[in-house]
C-alpha cells in the first residue's frame, strides 16, 4: 500500500505554468523499484484521462498526446520507502483545467495508461487554467 499526497494546484493563465509534487510513501516495505508513479486528470463531465507516468526509479516516462512536449514527469527518491514525483506543465491552456490525480501502482500490474491498473490514488489537486 502506498500513500499519496498531491500538492501544487492553483489558477493560472493561459500559456502559463505550474508544478504538481506527489508525496509518496510505502506503508508496509520498500517502494524501491516495485511501483509505477502516473498521473490522471478529470474535467467536470468527462472520463479520468492519463496524462503521465514514470517508474519509481526514474526511468521509462511516458505522455498522454495532449500534453507532449509541454509537461514533463520526474521523481526523487529520498530513501526506500519514500519519493516525490512532479509533473511539471508548461504552456497551459484553458483545456488543460482538471483535477489532478496521482496514482501509483505495481509496476507489473496491468497498462500504464489504465487508470483501473492503479490501485493507490491521492486526494486530487485542482488545476484552473484561464483564457
Known sequence: QVQLVESGGGLVQDGGSLRLSCAASE??????TSYVM????????????FV????STGE??????????????????????????????????????AVYYC???????GSVYYSGSYDN???GTQ???SS
Open 103 to 109: 496514482a501509483a501502482k505495481p509496476y507489473y500490474r
Open 60 to 97: 521509462s516516462a511516458l505522455y498522454g498526446d495532449s500534453v507532449k512536449g509541454r509537461f514533463a514527469i520526474s521523481t526523487i527518491s529520498r530513501d526506500n520507502t519514500k519519493n516525490t514525483v512532479y509533473l511539471q506543465m508548461n504552456s497551459l491552456r484553458p483545456e488543460d483545467t
Open 127 to 129: 488545476v484552473t487554467v
Open 27 to 32: 506503508q508496509t516495505g520498500s517502494t524501491s
Open 52 to 55: 503521465a507516468a514514470i517508474r
Open 121 to 123: 490514488w491521492g486526494q
Open 38 to 49: 502516473g498521473w490522471f486528470r478529470q474535467a467536470p463531465g468527462k472520463t479520468r484521462e
